[in-house]
């Protein structure tokens, strides 16, 4: 049934199985236009509590969200310059990037943003993922409760490595950054550092040699863009001379020009 389908058509019948699935929005009033039916998709998916689907939903999921990476456009590893040691800078949508792995800014209970249609990227990557990636995100936190105790909560710069599921990435590391309350403090500092030092060693574990981070923490945790970028790429730098030969590339994603500009700044001093 999936491959006789149109986009359009499976993003309609999406929404009808996602509005009964719901519960609570099954008459919710399904929009015409096709950017109102996928704000409806997305808004759904984002709230949803992990579950399994059922398996003809989860396959017209699969194949609409294959088709939405497509129409987004993927973008390889070959597409973006190497600006120096391997490090690459790249500014746009992270679920677009086809590499071994891409950084996710989770938050503690690690099951993705619940908040429909927000733009952050833990719920851009939960939506192009599809609800597999929440679920999986669930069994592994319901097995560190049985380990840790009911109250688990993913401790800051302790990655958990998950499948990429319908992202054009293999997999996808969820990290919690440091939170910056009052001010900035040099404990915060080696917190951030530790979110990228933790990330590549678990990638190096896994045999993932590429790696595309976004900017952690500094977002809605609040962490000085500027500062941030510095650890970053501070960090990166160390950890590569230090590992010779273990990654093939290490990409900084931004999406805001101003962070660009401070990546952009950073890797090219000195060159």
Same mark, same amino acid.
């Given at each position: ?139 592994? %936190?319901? $097995? ?6 009911? @109250? ?5 710069? /302790?990655?958990? &490595? #998950?499948? =990429? ?81 273990? %990654?093939? $590339? ?6 805001? @020009? ?5 990546? /952009?700044?950073? &890797? #090219?001093? =000195?060159?």
């Amino acid at each position: 049934m999936t491959l006789k389908m149109t986009q359009d058509q499976r993003l309609t019948w999406l929404v009808e199985a996602f509005k009964a699935d719901s519960g609570e929005y099954r008459n919710l009033e399904t929009p015409r236009s096709p950017e109102g039916r996928r704000s409806v998709l997305r808004s759904l998916m984002n709230i949803r509590m992990p579950a399994p689907l059922p398996p003809e939903a989860l396959a017209v999921q699969d194949a609409y969200l294959t088709g939405r990476a497509l129409e987004k456009g993927i973008v390889e590893m070959k597409d973006i310059p190497v600006i120096r040691d391997g490090i690459s800078l790249w500014q746009g949508d992270i679920t677009r990037l086809a590499v071994d792995a891409i950084v996710n800014a989770a938050n503690s209970q690690m099951l993705g943003c619940f908040v429909p249609m927000h733009s952050c990227i833990d719920n851009c990557i939960h939506t192009f993922a599809g609800v597999q990636l929440r679920a999986e995100c669930h069994r592994q %936190m319901n $097995r560190l409760r049985e380990q840790y105790g009911p @109250d688990y909560e993913q401790p800051t710069a /302790a990655p958990m &490595l #998950t499948d =990429g599921y319908n992202l054009p990435a293999k997999k996808v590391v969820h990290i919690v950054g440091p939170i910056v309350e009052r001010a900035l403090t040099p404990g915060l500092e080696v917190n951030l550092a530790d979110c990228y030092t933790n990330t590549l060693d678990l990638c190096r574990e896994n045999g993932l040699r590429s790696v595309a981070f976004c900017c952690i923490s500094t977002g809605v945790f609040r962490f000085p863009g500027k500062r941030a970028a510095e650890i970053a790429v501070a960090t990166v730098t160390d950890w590569l001379k230090s590992h010779p030969g273990a %990654m093939d $590339r290490v990409i900084f994603n931004v999406f805001k @020009d101003e962070d660009k500009g401070y990546y /952009a700044e950073l &890797l #090219t001093a =000195g060159i």
